[in-house]
């Protein structure tokens, strides 16, 4: 049991070098399957849990204080990577909503159209 908030840092960290090394391929943050975000908070949250559980003798120990640091490298990146999804779906957004405006403007000028002819 000694040993478990360790290995969860170390799993967690895993998942996230992983995940984020595949989505630097990605251009589109939209093609993330569906319950990324969620199994991203998952993990998180583990390793909050194992953050509070790690004993004073683990956490003085050189092989934590490693773990940990890849860990935190690991988040700085997530939230790097992160802000640029979240850049990228507003753009999106913005893009949609005048697409859609344009979509109404049609609309209405096809609407007018059929009550003049």
Sequence with gaps: MEREPLRVVREARTSLTVWLDAVRKLSDPAAQPRGTVKRLSALLQSVSVALQDASPALTASSEWKQETALYAEALRELRARLSNFEIALRI????????QA?????????DLAKHIG
């Design 102 to 110: 344009n979509l109404r403007v049609a609309r209405s000028w096809s």
């Design 92 to 99: 999106r957004q913005n893009q949609m909503r005048g697409t």
